[in-house]
């Protein structure tokens, strides 16, 4: 049921990354940007849902198939969210949130356990669903500036731990979850938004014409999302679930690890993709704004979103993140110098030698724990 419900997300992620190529510039990356922000937090709220109710009794799986329509709905407005379709795309996020939680709170009661917290976070989006509401009803900066009231409202509920009159703040304690199902759910919206990019790559790449440079340019497209699986499934996917699973609090880690620092991650994907199908159209072009900022910005994004990941997840920092960081960064003057295909090369580059740098180690660590006395 989790994996069919998924598959509207699918379609949402590649809205997200046909709105951003059909939007090359600052302002168009800021509007799928906030978007994405709407889709991962309706995403991600169904995940803890599904970790604590049976998706396969029948109420559970109706209510899930009810989130799936009013997704799909959210998903299909992406395009037209900022004009003239603001109005079905904040409806239909809407139902999605206050309509699972208020499904959870029915079936509840008042005394389970569980209960307390989804009556706060039903508070919580009832309030901002007000915001989003009217903020569709609106044009220009008045809606913008009343759906980042309503997303600023959304995302600061787990950190305020979800305080409302009458009924007090929850604890993370509250929030104890199945660590290995939540963190399987986050590795497969990962895989999902990877598949955009393999997506993108073979569509363009099947359309366009072969040549020395198209031919490159595909290869390294696929070698970029082939290191980016690695950094994340080689070694820390695995420890991170072992480490939910084992944690005395897994639903603060879950909150941070997951809910936040996963944000990051499947934005530099999504940025990825992007950047994929413009080099692989132009990959003689001289860097343009659009896809130098795609290029490095996309990968810093995940390289970043992966260094805090893991260092939530066991407390380790990885400082070859902030040295492939520091390393794209300095990229940034000579991308607009050189042909497009080979920035994007050198930044696939600095990702397949952080996926060789984690490995060795991993490899260097299981070496020294056979060598270890008994």
Not at 164 to 181: D, F, K, Q, V, Y
Request: glycine content about 8%; charged content about 10%.
């Amino acid at each position: 049921m989790e994996l069919f419900f998924d598959l509207v997300y699918v379609f949402a992620i590649t809205q997200l990354s046909h709105l951003l190529l059909d939007h090359p510039t600052v302002w168009g990356a800021l509007q799928t940007l906030f978007l994405l922000l709407v889709v991962w937090w309706a995403w991600q709220y169904t995940t803890w849902f599904t970790n604590w109710f049976d998706p396969d009794s029948l109420p559970v799986r109706l209510t899930l198939v009810a989130v799936m329509l009013a997704s799909l709905v959210m998903s299909v407005a992406i395009p037209g969210a900022f004009g003239e379709r603001g109005l079905m795309f904040a409806l239909g996020y809407v139902a999605i949130q206050v309509g699972r939680t208020a499904f959870a709170v029915l079936a509840l009661g008042a005394s389970h356990p569980l209960s307390g917290g989804f009556q706060r976070i039903l508070a919580w989006f009832a309030a901002s669903s007000v915001v989003w509401v009217a903020g569709s009803l609106f044009e220009g900066e008045a809606r913008y500036a009343l759906w980042l009231l309503a997303l600023a409202i959304d995302y600061s509920g787990p950190v305020a731990r979800y305080w409302t009159p009458g009924l007090g703040r929850s604890r993370t304690e509250e929030w104890t979850i199945e660590g290995a199902h939540f963190a399987e759910r986050c590795q497969l919206i990962v895989i999902i938004a990877l598949g955009e990019s393999i997506l993108v790559t073979g569509t363009t790449f099947g359309e366009i014409e072969t040549s020395t440079a198209t031919v490159a340019a595909f290869l390294v497209a696929f070698v970029g999302s082939a290191a980016l699986w690695w950094t994340y499934f080689a070694r820390s996917a695995h420890n991170a679930s072992d480490a939910i699973s084992q944690a005395l609090d897994p639903g603060r880690m879950a909150r941070s690890a997951y809910t936040y620092f996963h944000l990051p991650i499947i934005a530099g994907i999504i940025a990825v993709a992007a950047a994929d199908e413009l080099v692989l159209a132009h990959p003689a072009d001289p860097g343009m704004p659009a896809s130098v900022s795609l290029i490095l910005g996309g990968t810093a994004l995940f390289v970043t979103g992966h260094g805090f990941f893991v260092w939530a997840a066991s407390g380790r920092v990885l400082w070859s993140r902030l040295v492939a960081v520091l390393a794209l960064v300095a990229l940034a003057p000579v991308g607009f110098t050189v042909p497009a295909l080979a920035l994007a090369v050198a930044a696939a580059l600095i990702v397949v030698l952080l996926a060789a740098w984690d490995w060795v180690a991993y490899r260097r660590h299981v070496r020294s724990q056979k060598g270890a006395p008994a």
